[in-house]
């Protein structure tokens, strides 16, 4: 679904020019390689109806050179990602046995991130997808943030001691994640705040009284989430002599994102959801067949029981005003983020903030100006606490979908996990006639085997994730793919792309299911 196309102001801190040598050169064994709007009006969305009824009125010309199949693939396949990780990852059986991802921005620059890691000083994998809205500031600082915040919760207090340590005396500090990139992926270094927060963390969490050997990774989530995005929040309250940073802090912080984040141990997953974002299990059935198990639910007015949780919060008074016409005071349309201090903050405090910044910089020149939502009289009416599920692996479960909401506006559950597994297996299964089925007569009876017979295509991509995209925006009546309607939709010029479709996002990541098997014997 479509977002307001906010600008945002992108910043690039070189990380070696904002600290001393002797820190340089002992953080750089810690940080691996990778790397709102002008009247800040968050989100305001575009209808789904109103985008499918738009993609089927443009009527753009395009030269044919664009309608070749090699330039198609070409845009499609831009930013696809396939790993394959060793069987054993130095602990014994890897959980994931491959991952592949992909994304196809609509807004320029796209506002979704993506972020892979496996956990050094812990088990298991970090896979996080990030929807950014009123600019891609918020998305940009959480895909960088958050999985360190996570593993450092897991962690236990001597290897947290260990860093400490390292970091006390010019010591190399041990590794904490090993990233994955891409790159096309956006790689800033991260500014020293950065690394001055997480540190703060990690000393909270050694002068603590619990979790000797780390939080479990149900709390670790839970607490990172949290705890990342009221760091976000101060960040943009402190004093900067630094204009460009103070600048960029703000500008994260008025900016926002959603986020889902799946963590793969050794026994199961446990997925993180705040937003529209979502995470899907493939599952293979008795039979053959794949079903497909949503492991997080979206935060958004389709979704009843978070509205009344947000209701709740607020006094009667309040309850017909709180999600209107969709969305968080009829703004916001995600019902939990990170950043978007303007659901958050008094207005006391905004407007200090703001007054601040404009000591210093244009607010015209970064487009960052105060905006106030209707009915603001009770905040919070936002947080970033997720909602964690808990899955215990099976050797039937096969691949697990992550997706922004991109993917999923043109893709219901099942669907993607048929076309994923299809894709996968490189066999199409057609459901069995059902006993209504058998009552048609000979010209309906045609139809359906028309129906039938059109879905049935080869494979196209080597990649999964590609694949899923390219049938998100390219299905037919029939369920078919229109290889019409997808060039269409992938050769429309930058300011139009954004009003037909938005950036998408999806990684697929492949279960070892011997694992799971072994585990049960």
């Known amino acids: 679904m479509f977002k307001r196309v906010c600008s945002s102001i992108r910043y690039t801190l070189t990380f070696s020019s904002l600290l001393p040598f002797q820190i340089r050169s002992t953080w750089g064994h810690f940080i691996s390689s990778r790397h709102t709007c002008s009247s800040v009006q968050i989100c305001s969305r575009i209808s789904v109806s109103r985008i499918k009824a738009k993609r089927h009125q443009t009527s753009y010309q395009r030269p044919d050179f664009y309608r070749s199949e090699l330039k198609i693939n070409n845009i499609l396949r831009r930013n696809e990602q396939t790993v394959n990780l060793p069987e054993f990852d130095g602990r014994g059986l890897s959980t994931v046995r491959k991952f592949e991802s992909n994304q196809l921005p609509a807004n320029t620059p796209n506002e979704d991130r993506r972020s ?14 990030f929807d950014g809205h009123g600019g891609s500031a918020c998305a940009q600082a959480v895909s960088e943030r958050l999985l360190y915040y996570i593993a450092v919760a897991m962690m236990p207090k001597q290897s947290l001691a260990v860093l400490e340590s390292g970091m006390q ?120 067949s794949l079903s497909a198990l949503p492991l ?60 601040s910044l404009k000591s210093g910089v244009d607010l015209d020149s970064v487009s960052l100006r105060h905006y106030t939502p209707p009915n603001y009289t009770s905040p919070p009416y936002l947080d970033a606490t997720p909602e964690i599920i808990y899955h215990k692996l099976r050797p039937q479960d096969c691949f697990l979908i992550l997706g922004t909401d991109g993917l999923w506006d043109e893709l219901g559950n099942k669907e993607a996990v048929r076309i994923a597994g299809e894709h996968l297996n490189a066999i199409h299964l057609q459901a069995p006639i059902t006993p209504s089925e058998r009552q048609l007569n000979l010209g309906q009876m045609h139809e359906l085997l ?19 995209i390219r049938y998100a925006l390219g299905t037919g009546n029939y369920g078919e793919l229109c290889q019409e309607k997808l060039t269409s939709m992938l050769t429309l010029p930058e300011d139009l792309a954004r009003l037909y479709r938005d950036d998408i996002t999806a990684t697929v990541v492949h279960l070892n299911s011997s694992l799971a098997r072994a585990q049960q014997t």
């Not at 050094?120 to 970090?126: E, P």
């Not at 929040?233 to 960029?248: C, H, I, M, R, Y």
């Not at 639910?297 to 979704?303: E, I, L, R, V």
């Open 169 to 288: 005396h010019g010591r190399p500090v041990p590794p904490i994640l090993q990233w994955y990139k891409h790159r096309t992926d956006f790689n800033y270094e991260p500014a020293s705040l950065y690394i001055d927060q997480l540190r703060i963390f990690w000393q909270e969490l050694l002068d603590s009284d619990e979790h000797d050997e780390g939080m479990d990774p149900t709390t670790a989530l839970t607490y990172a989430f949290k705890r990342l995005d009221a760091d976000i929040s101060l960040e943009a309250q402190a004093p900067f002599s630094n204009v460009l940073e103070k600048t960029a802090a703000i500008q994260t912080a008025f900016a926002g994102c959603t986020a889902c984040v799946a963590h793969v141990g050794p026994d199961g997953i446990h997925v993180a959801n705040a937003g529209d974002c979502r995470a899907v299990l493939g599952v293979q059935e008795a039979d053959g």
């Open 296 to 355: 997080s639910w979206d935060h958004n007015s389709d979704n009843e029981a978070e509205v009344e949780r947000i209701r709740a919060l607020h006094p009667p008074s309040e309850r017909d005003t709180v999600v209107t016409d969709g969305r968080l005071l009829g703004v916001l349309m995600p019902l939990r983020a990170f950043g978007d201090v303007q659901f958050k903050w008094s207005l006391e405090l905004q407007q200090s903030i703001l007054a």
């Open 450 to 468: 028309v129906r039938r017979q059109a879905r049935v295509s080869d494979a196209f991509d080597a990649n999964t994730a590609t694949h899923l």
């Open 116 to 129: 892979v890691a496996a956990c050094l000083q812990s088990k298991g994998m970090l896979f996080g997808v």
